[in-house]
């Protein structure tokens, strides 16, 4: 079963605009990923973010992070054509069972 | 290029059939992981090995089985192959294991096509 949701399922903005991506969890987690994933192509990690954190910043990106809330929100900012793709969260959660569970993504498309 | 690398990168097969994939993981990276990635089913975890040992196990079926090797590569068997089987099959690998485990190096995948 998916861990993360992640809300929409698409988005379609114009070059420059900022593009705001969120995923919900059920269950307590150790960390929370965000990762873009080209057409048919493998996954490439973004931004990683511990459950003691709220927030974290990586060039255009910026992720959120509320534990109470069971929630994170990813900001892509000043978006260009070249970011088009989908994106995933990821929560890891688990011990030595440890896994990364993925939602089913969201298609963002950037319009130049 | 994460460094992970898979082989094949597509494969065609038949129902009933069995088939091998291989990955190899980005150098001095001792854990590798097997995705499944459909799209009634999305990305699905399948298993975790770490240092030849399997870790963790997620939704993998029986028909499906894997290892890895000394040399830290790994392979997954697929047996008995089904229609619903079709999907994008990657690997992972990452440093570390359990709760310590940050980013996932992805290869560029296997899709395997059940016809």
């Known amino acids: 079963s998916q861990q993360g949701e992640e809300d929409p399922q698409a988005l379609s903005i114009q070059e420059g605009e900022n593009a705001t991506m969120n995923c919900s969890y059920k269950t307590s987690i150790n960390n929370l990923q965000w990762y873009r994933q080209n057409s048919g192509r493998g996954l490439v990690h973004l931004i990683l973010?511990?459950?003691?954190?709220r927030e974290k910043h990586s060039g255009r990106l910026r992720v959120t992070l509320d534990t109470s809330k069971k929630s994170s929100s990813l900001l892509i900012t000043a978006s260009r054509a070249a970011d088009t793709a989908s994106y995933f969260c990821?929560?890891?959660?688990?011990?030595?069972?440890?896994?990364?569970?993925f939602g089913k993504g969201t298609l963002l498309t950037v319009n130049p | 290029d994460s460094g992970v690398t898979q082989t094949p990168k597509h494969l065609i097969t038949a129902t009933g059939q069995r088939v091998t994939l291989r990955c190899s993981p980005r150098?001095?990276?001792?854990?590798v992981y097997w995705y499944q990635q459909s799209l009634d089913q999305g990305l699905q975890f399948l298993i975790q090995?770490?240092?030849?040992?399997?870790?963790a196990k997620g939704n993998i079926l029986e028909r499906f089985s894997a290892q890895q090797f000394p040399d830290l590569h790994s392979e997954l068997n697929l047996s008995s192959l089904e229609l619903g089987d079709s999907a994008l099959y990657f690997c992972a690998s990452s440093t570390s294991s359990g709760g310590a485990t940050g980013e996932q190096f992805f290869g560029p995948g296997t899709r395997l096509t059940v016809l």
């Open positions: 150098s001095g990276d001792l854990s």
């Open positions: 990821a929560t890891g959660s688990g011990g030595s069972n440890y896994k990364l569970t």
């Open positions: 973010i511990r459950s003691n954190e």
């Open positions: 090995y770490y240092n030849g040992e399997e870790r």
